[in-house]
Nanobody, 128 residues
Framework: QVQLVESGGGPVQTGGSLRLSCAASTRIYSTTCMGWFRQAPGKEREGVAAIYTRRGWTYYADSVKGRFTISRDNADNTLYLQMNSLKPEDTAMYYC?????????????????????WGQGTQVTVSS
């Protein structure tokens, strides 16, 4: 079973930056995709960003394009999410997940249904 551990969350001011990390117990290259999802209180979980790990193709939700960057370090089996120009609406619990389904690599696809293994999450709180 794949184990995922997120870190890097915390409180931040509007306009600030954070970098989230996700340490995986498996080789990132052995997955098809890894992704970041978030869920705010009272709202549904939404896809933030995903990466097709074997080729490096990346996809982003419209709400974070130009502000967030997803990347991975295959040698260290770690996924990252660099978050810049943070807004209060970015406040949420952020989750790392992995997928072995071919559909996760479809262009701009960010559905949680493609993902099987999930971390416990790291809280991001952006104050205005």
């Amino acid at each position: 079973q794949v184990q995922l551990v997120e870190s890097g969350g915390g409180p931040v001011q509007t306009g600030g930056s954070l970098r989230l990390s996700c340490a995986a117990s498996t080789r990132i290259y052995s997955t098809t995709c890894m992704g970041w999802f978030r869920q705010a209180p009272g709202k549904e979980r939404e896809g933030v960003a995903a990466i097709y790990t074997r080729r490096g193709w990346t996809y982003y939700a419209d709400s974070v394009k130009g502000r967030f960057t997803i990347s991975r370090d295959n040698a260290d089996n770690t996924l990252y999410l660099q978050m810049n120009s943070l807004k209060p609406e970015d406040t949420a619990m952020y989750y790392c997940a992995t997928s072995t389904k071919a559909t996760c690599a479809y262009y701009n696809r960010l559905t949680s249904l493609d993902y099987v293994y999930w971390g416990q999450g790291t809280q991001v709180t952006v104050s205005s």
